[in-house]
């Protein structure tokens, strides 16, 4: 173990704005790639059939490197201090701002060279979200928090409105142990779900998930699945999480809501054309819709 690596490293992700870093020795995530691939069979994946690639590089990531011996795990917090309008189509807190893969790629590439340049000998990997890694299972390994049983990830003091991001690398790190679960008999959550996602404990069904529904669903939304308002993913489950009560918020800038879309009316948002959509929400999460997939959401909250 690197003690000396392991501090240096802690502190160059925390200039560049992660505010926890953890670390886990790679090793094959049996269980969990197990709980996945029945969490598929059971076609709770919806049709994100992409999730099936790479089964075995989830499972171990020491097959995305060549020595791969180490996983950093980081959280980047996106919470900032604005709220929805309950009576405006709502987009969700993570997609207010500028698209955090562009954003935290540039972060996490200057991290990279910084640890690189300390010893030739050293390589890495960075991903974040665009990888075959199970992100929130590294991140609970490597300690930055908790699975939470509406299945995202809550750091003790700051919540779940972060992003997790992760850099493989080939030198033993200073390992960390995983949070411990703080959600005991609490369930406000699954029962602040309106369509019932979140089905057991720790559970989530994709195809009842508002998320999926107006972010990944390429199809028409089914007419039983009330988005409740949402227009772009949903916040509901972390909205009313205790743990989100604590109000630490980011102080980066490209994560605050563009006030072009941020809390208007239906019939303003509805008025874009195709290419003020486009324009608007260039380098945004919201692109992925597309306007065909924009306006079905809107479509889809007035009926
Ligand atoms: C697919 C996906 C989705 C899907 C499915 C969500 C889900 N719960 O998995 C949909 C489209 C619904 C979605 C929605 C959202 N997502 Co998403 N999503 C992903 C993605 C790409 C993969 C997640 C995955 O592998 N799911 C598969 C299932 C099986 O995972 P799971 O239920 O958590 O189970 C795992 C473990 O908990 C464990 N496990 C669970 N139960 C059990 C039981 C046993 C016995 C065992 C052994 C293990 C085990 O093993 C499983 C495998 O790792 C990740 C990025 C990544 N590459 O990891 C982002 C990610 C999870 N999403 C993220 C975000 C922000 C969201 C939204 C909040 C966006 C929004 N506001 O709309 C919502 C949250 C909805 C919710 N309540 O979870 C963040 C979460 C950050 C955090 N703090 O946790 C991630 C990590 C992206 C990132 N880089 O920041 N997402
Ligand atoms: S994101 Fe919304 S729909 Fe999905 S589990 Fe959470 S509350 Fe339910
Ligand atoms: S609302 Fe309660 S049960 Fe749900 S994640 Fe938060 S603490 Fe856990």
């Known amino acids: 173990m690197d003690k000396e690596l392991s501090n240096l490293i802690r502190r160059i992700c925390l200039e560049e704005g992660f505010f926890k870093t953890g670390f886990s020795n790679i090793e094959p995530m049996k269980a969990e790639t197990a709980y996945l691939k ?113 299945t995202n990830v809550i750091e003790p003091d700051y919540g779940s409105f972060f992003f997790i991001s992760e850099i493989l690398i080939n030198k033993e790190l200073e390992y960390d142990k995983p949070a411990e679960d703080l959600c005991g008999s609490c369930n406000i959550c699954m029962n602040a779900c309106p369509t019932g996602a979140i089905y057991d404990e720790y559970k989530l069904d994709s195809n009842l998930c508002i998320s999926y529904q107006t972010i990944e669903n390429r199809n028409e939304i089914p007419s039983h699945i009330d988005t409740d308002g949402w227009i772009f993913g949903c916040d509901i489950c972390q909205d009313v999480c205790p743990f989100n009560k604590k109000k630490f918020f980011t102080s980066d800038e490209s994560f605050f809501p563009n006030p072009a879309h941020f809390n208007l009316p239906a019939d303003k948002l509805n008025s874009f054309t195709e290419e003020e959509f486009n324009s608007i929400f260039s380098g945004t999460p919201v692109k992925r819709t597309k306007y065909s997939g924009w306006k079905r959401n809107l479509r889809h909250i007035t009926k």
């Open 38 to 150: 029945s969490w598929i069979e059971e076609g709770r994946n919806a049709d994100m059939n992409w999730i099936s690639n790479s089964l075995d590089k989830r499972e171990n990531p020491a097959l995305i490197m060549e020595g791969a011996v180490c996983m950093i795990s980081l959280a980047y917090l996106y919470n900032s201090d604005f709220n929805h309008d309950e009576t405006k189509p709502k987009i969700s807190r993570y997609a207010w701002g500028k698209d955090y893969h562009k954003v935290l790629k540039k972060k996490l590439k200057s991290i990279c060279s910084k640890i690189e340049a300390v010893d030739s000998s050293i390589k890495t990997k960075f991903y974040v979200d665009d990888g075959p890694v199970l992100e929130k299972t590294w991140a609970v390994k490597s300690g930055i928090g908790w699975m939470g049983k509406h």
